[in-house]
């Protein structure tokens, strides 16, 4: 049973993420997060399709906060088991994937894998004013994530004609152009198929304290969510092959617990 059902959430998230990537090409729905001169503008269906806003409630409370989420779900999972199913391994795994999120996203000695990703494919580190105007900036002004506006960094626009009139209020560069990995994908797939891992062992117990089945369906609805945010992701943003790579890598960090 368990192996049907890890198998039946790596089919689910495969087959999620190729129709909303083909769907994507098809119907021009995707945003190119790697393009300076579209990431600083409104997702060009954000009027007329919700998710494509990346202020709605699904990516501003979910997504961003993804691992947060997911780490509630499996405490409680956890914390409500059995004695004999409360093991230290599973709380491992755990801190596994935790660490794979942080030098994934975060930190890695510096910067996050996925920053140095972009960085040695070709990124670099550009300005967005407020104008409009896309410059690029020296590297270590990403690496820090420093604002920077005339009053603060004259030298940057020194002989330069990008400054306008109305770009006043400092602005923090960000790297562009070279391969963004889908951090969104990435960390959800890992996610679903953790959390449908540590579910399985629940699934085969004959039955479930109060607490414990609250939890069960604390992680059911959650992974649920997790499903259709891939599926919002694979239609509305990032390039098919930036997808992809995360797709990859998200199962590559799930594999990883198989190792413990």
């Known amino acids: ?3 049907d059902v890890r198998y039946a959430a790596f089919g689910g998230i495969t087959a999620i993420l190729l129709f909303g990537t083909l769907y994507s090409v098809a119907y021009d729905t995707y945003l190119d997060t790697s393009d300076p001169a579209l990431t600083h503008l409104p997702h060009h269906l954000h009027a007329t399709h919700y998710f494509a806003n990346k202020a709605n409630i ?4 979910f997504i961003k906060r993804a691992w947060g989420w997911t780490s ?3 405490l409680t ?3 409500t088991s059995p004695p004999h199913k409360r093991t230290v391994h599973r709380v491992v795994k755990w801190g596994v994937e935790t660490a794979i999120w942080l030098v994934f996203t975060s930190w890695f000695f510096g910067p996050a894998l996925l920053e140095r990703l972009t960085a040695a494919s070709g990124g670099e580190c550009t300005a967005t004013l407020q104008s409009g105007v896309v410059f690029t900036v020296p590297y270590e002004f990403c690496l820090t994530r420093t604002a920077i506006s005339q009053e603060t960094h004259p030298f940057l626009f020194v002989g330069s004609s990008v400054w306008a009139s109305d770009d006043r209020w400092p602005v923090v560069p960000r790297l562009r152009k070279g391969h963004d990995v889908s951090g969104h994908v990435f960390l959800l ?4 198929l953790f959390l449908v891992d540590q579910i399985r062992l629940s699934l085969c117990a004959r039955k479930w304290s109060l607490p414990h089945a609250c939890a ?3 992680n059911t609805v959650l992974i649920a969510i997790w499903f259709f945010a891939i599926s919002t992701t694979s239609v509305y943003f990032h390039t098919p092959f930036e997808k992809f790579t ?3 890598l998200g199962v590559a960090g799930y594999m990883v617990t198989w190792l413990y």
Request: charged residues 0%.
């Open 1 to 3: 049973m368990s192996v």
């Open 58 to 61: 699904l990516n501003s409370y």
């Open 72 to 74: 509630a779900a499996f």
């Open 77 to 79: 999972l956890w914390l």
């Open 189 to 192: 797939t890992m996610s679903v």
């Open 216 to 218: 069960v369906v604390f």
């Open 246 to 248: 995360g797709y990859l």
